[in-house]
């Protein structure tokens, strides 16, 4: 199932939709991955992105640009993944690494949600799967 994941296809898991694209992830992809499930005509988005590993000194501002458009984006729940994006200005739930964030989904799974996944492989998102 990796091609297609990296396609972007839609997978349906126990009901839910989750897009996920969890093997790479730079400023142009992610960005371009945002404004897609942007557009996308479904109810209840929810956002779980991971840092954009080997930025360099470019990667604060990076991180800053895609919160500031999710700021500007009306998805009902974000959580940002590793500390980078821990690192920037803003508002959402933030996890310090894959780990916190599959102990907070044995508690409470998101329900009725659309979910895109990504982030860079190193963060490991996609192990958030079976959980969801």
């Given at each position: ?43 209840h ?12 000194a ?75």
């Amino acid at each position: 199932g990796l091609e297609r994941n990296r396609q972007n296809a839609f997978q349906v898991y126990t009901g839910r939709q989750l897009i996920i694209d969890a093997y790479n992830a730079n400023p142009t992809s992610m960005m371009a991955a945002l404004q897609n499930f942007r557009n996308m005509a479904v109810p209840h988005k929810m956002l779980l992105l991971g840092d954009m590993r080997e930025l360099g000194a470019e990667s604060n501002i990076e991180h800053q640009k895609i919160v500031d458009y999710i700021k500007d984006s009306n998805f009902e729940q974000v959580w940002l993944v590793g500390e980078q994006f821990a690192a920037t200005q803003h508002n959402f739930k933030t996890y310090a690494n894959v780990q916190e964030v599959i102990k907070e989904l044995e508690t409470q799974k998101p329900k009725g949600y659309t979910i895109l996944i990504k982030g860079s492989n190193g963060i490991k998102l996609s192990s958030t799967v079976e959980h969801l």
